[in-house]
């Protein structure tokens, strides 16, 4: 893989660590590896939790790669649930028989949000966890997910609050709100997730998949609910306004280390 790096402490717990510099962006080369993992978790008779992280520190995963030609997908068979296909992989990611963590280190906007919103459970770095749905600020929509699956979290003015106003929110904000389960203090961060995570992975396998399953009937959003959302983000994205604030931002710095990516919830409405 070259987007993911996966290992295996044990036969019932995998660790995966987004790895794409210099700033995280997903890609159409990434959900061809996540539709690997996800292949590969469904098949697995002994897994029972997967831990997702990010090889950088400042950035989990900071947005979708707005330079992607979507050449990676050519050759893939078509989405399993019909839908576009990130859209079609996070589905597949929440239905898993297996619980998913979100360690979040750094920056998880766009896209990178919608993925954290598809895992089953989010913790954040207190000091260094930033979430956000900038999408607004580009004048779209977010299509993949996060109209659906933030107002079962956090409720419908809060979710308008997160989705219309673009903006970013600390680890402490995130869990006031329901956006993650809980903020821990940097330095506690991974051993938190890692004790969390083993303690999950020493449980029985089809009893981890039965709950989940139970769970998954009450809270999880329809299928039929994403398709207008990722029809109406693709038709607006291929739009002059969408087209403009794409070459102005990166002509300001969009997609590299910098103060436009590091503070892109406060700027975006300024490109």
Same mark, same amino acid.
């Given at each position: ?6 290992? +295996? ?6 660790r ?13 080369r &990434? ?9 590969a ?13 990010? =090889?950088?520190?400042d950035?989990f !995963? ?5 330079? @992607?030609? &979507?050449? !990676? ?10 839908? $576009?296909a ?16 979100? !360690? ?6 766009? =896209? ?12 954040? !770095? ?11 600020? &580009? ?14 979290? *956090?409720? %419908?003015? %809060?979710?308008? #609050?997160?989705? =219309? ?16 389960n ?8 991974? /051993?938190? *997730? ?8 020493a ?8 709950? +989940? /399953? ?7 959003? #329809?299928?039929?609910?994403f398709?207008? $959302?990722? @029809?109406?983000?693709?038709? %607006?994205? =291929?739009?002059? +306004? ?5 070459g102005?931002?990166? #002509? ?15 700027? /975006?409405? #300024? *490109?």
């Amino acid at each position: 893989m070259n987007h993911l790096t996966l290992t +295996k402490p044990s036969p019932s717990m995998w660790r995966v660590s987004f790895d794409n510099p210099p700033v995280n962006v997903i890609s159409s080369r &990434t959900i061809v590896e996540l539709r690997a993992l996800v292949d590969a978790a469904e098949a697995d008779p002994d897994l029972t939790v997967i831990v997702f992280e990010s =090889a950088n520190p400042d950035f989990f !995963s900071a947005h979708w790669d707005l330079t @992607d030609d &979507t050449s !990676s997908l050519a050759s893939e068979p078509p989405p399993v649930t019909g839908q $576009q296909a990130f859209v079609d992989v996070l589905i597949r990611l929440s239905k898993l028989p297996v619980i998913s963590i979100s !360690s979040i280190r750094g920056r998880a906007r766009g =896209a990178g949000s919608e993925f954290l919103l598809a895992t089953d459970i989010r913790f954040a !770095s207190r000091e260094r966890a930033l979430l956000g749905q900038f999408e607004m600020t &580009t004048g779209l929509a977010p299509g993949g997910g996060a109209v659906s699956r933030l107002p079962r979290l *956090v409720g %419908r003015a %809060r979710a308008l #609050e997160i989705l =219309a106003g673009a903006d970013d929110f600390d680890g402490d904000l995130a869990e006031r709100y329901g956006y993650v389960n809980r903020s821990v203090p940097d330095a506690e961060l991974d /051993g938190f *997730v890692d004790t969390f995570a083993r303690r999950v992975a020493a449980a029985d396998r089809d009893a981890v998949a039965e709950l +989940k /399953g139970w769970v998954n009937e009450m809270t999880l959003p #329809e299928d039929q609910e994403f398709r207008p $959302q990722s @029809d109406a983000f693709f038709a %607006r994205a =291929a739009g002059p +306004k969408v087209s403009g604030w794409i070459g102005r931002a990166f #002509e300001r710095g969009l997609q590299q280390p910098g103060d436009l990516e590091n503070r892109l919830g406060t700027r /975006g409405f #300024e *490109v």
